[in-house]
């Protein structure tokens, strides 16, 4: 809630769209002070029922949505909406519209939704909340493939230093593989307990480290006697298992 307090108090307010206990204390916003009143003034107003409660009030106003979901796809569900105010003691009230999400298919439990921004519309709140699927994923294989999140510094400026440009290196290997690829599709490495039909990053970063690998970029051995050669297809076979592991 202090997280959310903040951001919304910015100069350029930055909405956030995250879960919601279905338990949150919601309230009607504060009504409007009358002139001359003493004390502090109320942060909050009448108390609304829980989330939990309206998912099991028969008189909920329930809109059957088509939106898109996970995976690309488009999928039918069912979300109930209103504004409130969450409210804890000791913490900031929050304003917020809130999402409640079932699935017709009862294919997933029923969930909610949070938005700092009250004009924001349910559709748009869920299709964003699904978008977190590809933010987690960039997380992931930025820290198993690049060690963000992994390194060794005590100094919380290195650590505001590092992970910005682990993330931007993220960024440029992704910028530089759709370069080499010139429109053409991304090889698609794949194990026999591992398919895929998509690429992901880790082929991304193996083909700018074979391109990278590829450039003249040592100097020659002095003499002939230290130079092995071996056949271009072994050569390639171990550049492409180097380029996946190192």
């Known amino acids: 809630m202090d997280l959310l ?19 949150a204390a919601l309230y009607d916003p504060a009504p409007a002070r009358p002139s001359g009143t003493v004390g502090r003034p109320r942060q909050k107003g009448t108390r609304q029922p829980t989330l939990a409660a309206r998912l099991q009030d028969p ?49 997933f439990a029923p969930q909610a939704l949070l938005c700092t921004d009250l004009t924001v519309r349910a559709p748009q709140i869920v299709e964003w909340f699904v978008l977190r699927w590809q933010l987690e994923v960039t997380f992931h294989e930025a820290r198993a493939h690049l060690g963000m999140e992994t390194q060794r510094q005590w100094s919380d400026l290195a650590i505001q230093r590092t992970t910005p440009a682990l993330l931007g290196l993220f960024s440029l290997v992704t910028l530089l593989a759709h ?44 003499q002939a006697t230290d130079l092995i050669e071996i056949p271009r297809s072994r050569w390639d076979r171990v550049t492409d298992a180097l380029a996946y592991v190192a």
Do not use: N
């Open 59 to 107: 008189q909920t106003a329930w809109q059957t949505l088509t939106v898109r979901w996970y995976g690309g796809t488009a999928r039918a569900i069912e979300v109930a909406t209103a504004t409130a105010v969450w409210y804890h003691s000791g913490l900031p009230p929050v304003a917020l519209r809130w999402v409640l999400v079932r699935d017709p298919a009862g294919d």
């Open 5 to 23: 307090d903040a951001c919304a108090r910015l100069p350029r307010p930055v909405v956030v769209i995250t879960r919601l206990r279905l338990d």
């Open 179 to 222: 370069e080499l690829l010139h429109g053409h599709g991304l090889p698609v490495r794949q194990a026999a307990w591992y398919t895929k039909s998509l690429p992901t990053f880790v082929d991304a970063l193996a083909l700018v480290r074979r391109e990278l690998w590829a450039v003249p970029v040592f100097s020659l051995s002095a």
